[in-house]
């Protein structure tokens, strides 16, 4: 038998479950990084090329008796141009049926433009609208769940067994 004691071994699993949680903590800092440096990113027009309507079929398992979900997007392409490159960008709206979504695609015309933000360093990297600098920080709710967690094992492990 093992001489480690029960609360060693609690604090071991409570320790995973924060290490689990860390590597949230770089993704949120990467997130809020580029949503805030997002805002600095130049504008240039983007021309509509493709309109799409999409119908998305996804199938649950035996589990849930192989139930469908059907839903439906209009697919927008567009293209745009950052000195003599051009890129191409897309975006998808979603629509609660086929009808909507007809509707939807019928709302735009190729040829049509609208701004786009690009980044500089990286002109592949697009955004049609901002995100606000702080949704970031949603990516630091899954370090809160798993740290929380393995901090109270270790308070379990060592208010109960001692140390």
């Given at each position: ?11 071991l ?32 027009l983007?021309t509509?090329?493709?309109?799409e ?79 606000s ?31």
């Amino acid at each position: 038998m093992s001489q480690i004691g029960h609360d060693v071994w609690l604090t071991l699993i409570g320790a995973v479950f924060i290490a689990l949680g860390s590597p949230f903590i770089w993704v949120a800092i990467r997130k809020v990084r580029e949503d805030r440096d997002s805002r600095r990113w130049p504008q240039t027009l983007a021309t509509l090329k493709d309109i799409e309507v999409i119908k998305r079929i996804r199938e649950e398992g035996a589990e849930k008796n192989f139930v469908q979900y059907v839903s439906y997007f209009c697919d927008l392409t567009y293209d745009y141009r950052v000195g003599e490159r051009d890129f191409t960008a897309q975006t998808q709206e979603t629509a609660g049926n086929r009808e909507e979504a007809v509707r939807m695609a019928a709302g735009h015309k190729k040829g049509d433009t609208r701004p786009i933000h690009y980044n500089p360093d990286q002109p592949d990297r697009y955004r049609f609208a901002l995100a606000s600098p702080f949704a970031g920080f949603i990516w630091l709710l899954p370090f809160a769940g798993l740290a929380g967690f393995g901090y109270a094992i270790i308070y379990v492990g060592r208010s109960f067994y001692g140390s």
